[in-house]
């Protein structure tokens, strides 16, 4: 992809909105109040008129607001989400206003461990308080009433967004029209909080992690390393990582005998950690994991057809075929309480060998259905 | 399949469908403004004429995710890729005015399972298939001493997925041991491209197809989960 594509949406600035200043706190899941906050946003296209065209695109654990475009002219690759934003793809900016928001707890320009308490002029480390997908969606809500908008024409995305999506769509009924939870679940199963767990004790293992207070020091690498390559594998499907990788060796044409990576696979994983350190903080590791870990949106209402009765949205819900992480019996949960209770829903499983990360890769099904979901959604009455 | 007729246009706005013969006979039983469950609702043409010329809620399972793509593209909103041989829990009793199968149970793993779970889950089933005592067929068989072979059954007995062939007879018997109530029989036979005609006089011979309605009769609504 190049600069001069004309599906691209160009340079984009990561604007920020500020809210919540003390006294006025936002009261978080956790029951503390907590202030000030900021989150970091992209927007691509126009608002219309009607202010009826906004799209919420809702960002996995370790994504960020820089859904689309260029931040600057020299940036080697675009958004995580360019296939899908821009003119003339699925997100069509010709015709929908196209939000992308990062969380509360992150670390890409919004409030998170990371960020200066204004009360001691240092970071918060461990004394951030625990946020969960709930307090991310209050969040985007402050945001979204900022940006002036009543109603979310679609609030869409996969894994850890897909959680935010069906928050969305349950606790402010009347502002979503259409949700499209991609690759995601109403919980986490007992294995994938296990996986969770073993990152954040990796991260916690390392002696750099001092109790989160690790700032101004050298920081956790290697266990913010690991964790992200326990992460990445959980993303693949056993027959993609085959594909890629077989047992084929790196740069060499016999095994080593020793500890350095022989295989392609190892190598891989060792890149796609270190690469993650130099972008990602550690304790926001901890914090949107555990998030994540703390969903379940049928708890507070007892059944998950509860949690959805009053939800007004029409659903896209989409799996994907090799998916263990979130496999498609979840996605059908979410299908079966929608059924339940009335509430309009698609849902599709497709087909693809490429596991959990399917929905951030190119995909003509992916594509056509998102387009046709929302054109077809946008023109029935909300 | 290779039935259908000319299109039919549903609206000014142009829509228009090709919907197979029992389809349209199938239309005419739904009541205005009814919930509908069209199972193996393919790419949702008849869904799509009923949402239109019925202002049914039109809902429809499919196991083809080709399918699903083609309904989405219609704007039918409530169609899920699944597997009907793993039943309809998703709804609850009698959550459903007419849940319909066309030319669909003679593929099924379980059509027993199925169509107990049909009645469950809806106040009537609407349920086609093609009738195997068709004379074409028995001709087949007796003169030929061949797998029969016609236009609603096209396939070689080595490829088919028709793995539980029925006749009208054999039908009737089977609602019977499941505990289902006929409430309808209507026997069909060609009349012409695309359009059918009701058989009244020997049926079980004379018609290629047949399409019952049906609901839950007093033994299933006695005895609801019986080992299967």
Request: hydrophobic share 40%.
């Amino acid at each position: 992809m190049t600069m001069e594509d004309k599906c691209s949406v160009g340079i984009v600035e990561t604007q920020s909105h500020t809210f919540a200043q003390l006294p006025q706190e936002m009261l978080l899941e956790c029951g503390r109040g907590f202030g000030p906050i900021t989150l970091a946003y992209e927007t691509y296209g126009e608002l219309s008129p009607a202010k009826d065209n906004a799209i919420l695109i809702l960002h996995a654990l370790s994504g960020d607001a820089h859904a689309a475009g260029f931040n600057h002219p020299h940036e080697r690759h675009p958004g995580w989400w360019d296939i899908m934003i821009g003119p003339g793809k699925a997100f069509d900016t010709r015709k929908y206003f196209v939000i992308c928001s990062n969380v509360i707890g992150g670390c890409k320009g919004s409030t998170g461990p990371s960020s200066i308490d204004p009360k001691t002029g240092r970071p918060y480390a461990l004394t951030f308080p625990m946020v969960t997908i709930h307090d991310m969606v209050n969040a985007q809500r402050a945001l979204i009433d900022h940006l002036g908008i009543d109603q979310l024409l679609c609030a869409v995305g996969g894994s850890m967004g897909g959680m935010q999506v069906l928050q969305w769509v349950v606790s402010y009924p009347e502002r979503v029209r259409l949700a499209i939870p991609i690759a995601t679940t109403s919980k986490l199963s007992s294995q994938s909080i296990a996986f969770n767990e073993v990152g954040r004790q990796a991260i916690q293992s390392d002696p750099h992690w001092k109790e989160g207070e690790y700032y101004g020091h050298p920081t956790p690498r290697r266990g913010l390393a690991i964790a992200r390559m326990i992460g990445h594998i959980t993303y693949l499907s056993e027959k993609s990582m085959h594909q890629k990788f077989g047992r084929k060796l790196q740069d060499k044409a016999e095994y080593g005998y020793d500890f350095r990576a022989d295989f392609q696979v190892e190598s891989y994983l060792r890149y796609k950690g270190d690469h993650f350190v130099d972008r990602f903080d550690a304790n926001s590791y901890l914090y949107i994991s555990k998030a994540m870990d703390y969903f379940d949106l049928a708890q507070p209402h007892g059944k998950l057809e509860q949690a959805f009765a009053n939800v007004k949205a029409k659903f896209l819900v989409i799996s994907f075929s090799s998916d263990w992480l979130f496999p498609s019996y979840q996605s059908k949960e979410i299908v079966s309480a929608c059924r339940r209770v009335g509430a309009e829903a698609i849902y599709t499983e497709i087909q693809t060998d490429y596991g959990h990360d399917a929905f951030l890769l190119e995909s003509e099904q992916l594509s056509s259905l998102i387009t046709n979901f929302l054109t077809h959604g946008r023109k029935g009455a909300s | 399949m290779g039935d259908l007729g000319e299109p039919i246009r549903l609206d000014n706005a142009g829509t228009t469908v090709r919907l197979l013969p029992e389809h349209r006979v199938i239309m005419d039983l739904i009541a205005e403004g009814s919930r509908v469950l069209d199972l193996g609702c393919g790419e949702g043409d008849l869904l799509l004429a009923l949402k239109i010329k019925k202002n049914v809620r039109a809902e429809g399972i499919e196991l083809s995710e080709a399918c699903i793509q083609a309904c989405v593209a219609k704007g039918l909103f409530s169609v899920q890729h699944g597997d009907l041989d793993e039943g309809l829990a998703n709804y609850p009793d009698k959550s459903i005015d007419d849940v319909i199968l066309t030319n669909t149970i003679q593929v099924l793993h379980r059509p027993l399972f199925l169509i107990r779970e049909m009645a469950r889950v809806g106040r009537r089933c609407i349920v086609s298939f093609p009738n195997f005592a068709h004379w074409p067929v028995r001709w087949q068989l007796f003169a030929h001493g061949r797998m029969p072979k016609t236009g609603k059954l096209p396939h070689e007995w080595y490829e088919t997925s028709n793995i539980h062939l029925t006749t009208i007879i054999d039908f009737r018997e089977f609602c019977h041991k499941a505990g289902i109530h006929i409430l309808q029989e209507i026997p069909l036979r060609p009349s012409g491209p695309g359009r059918r005609s009701v058989v009244r006089f020997a049926p079980n011979l004379r018609a290629d197809s047949a399409i019952f309605v049906l609901e839950a009769g007093p033994a299933m609504i006695a005895n609801p989960a019986p080992a299967l």
